[in-house]
Structure formats: C-alpha cells, structure tokens
C-alpha cells in the first residue's frame, strides 16, 4: 500500500489549467436526501465538491435543499416532490432522468 501524504499528494492530482472554470471539471448529480436523513445528501454533495467535481447537482426534498444550501451555495439545487414519508416520491422519475442528462 502507498502511503499518501502532503509531500507527495502533488505527484498524484493532475495540474488544473488557470483557464479552467467549473465546467470543465464534469457535472455530478447527486440524488439522495429524506427528511429525517438529510445529512447524507449533504454530505455526499459537499464530499464530491471537495474532491474536485466542477457543478454538483443535488436533487432532493425542499426540505434537504434548505438545509445543503446552508453549507454551500455552490451546488445546482432542483427540487423534488416528497413522499408522505418524507423521502423523494417515486413519481420524481422522469424529473430525474431529465435533469441528470447532462451529467457526465
């Protein structure tokens, strides 16, 4: 096993471009999040912006959205309809299909 540290994590990440924007790093949908389990999403949202996804798209509950926009107002926000439960409702599907599209 290779132990990384700061010394040598320069010689494992690629060197950005100074020209480069976020879009140049790729677009990640994210679709998680439940009322009662809000952290997740927003977890897996902010893991992916600190890994180095360019637009994080995070497609959850209005209640979850409210919440991960507290951490960081960087990601793409799209709302879903929620199931009595409290989780995304299962009729989100074409919604969802839609929106990740362009995620690659």
Known sequence: MKDISLMNIN????VRAASSHKGTFGTL???????RYRGAAILSS???LYSGAGIV???STEEVISS????DP????FPLEKAKSGCIA???WES?????????
């Open 11 to 14: 010689e494992v990440l690629p």
């Open 29 to 35: 949908g994210i679709v998680a999040g439940c009322s």
């Open 46 to 48: 902010l893991s992916a």
């Open 57 to 59: 798209k995070l497609l």
């Open 68 to 71: 991960a926009v507290t951490y």
């Open 74 to 77: 960087s990601m793409v926000f």
């Open 90 to 92: 299962m009729n989100n």
């Open 96 to 104: 969802i299909i839609n929106e990740t599209r362009d995620c690659k």
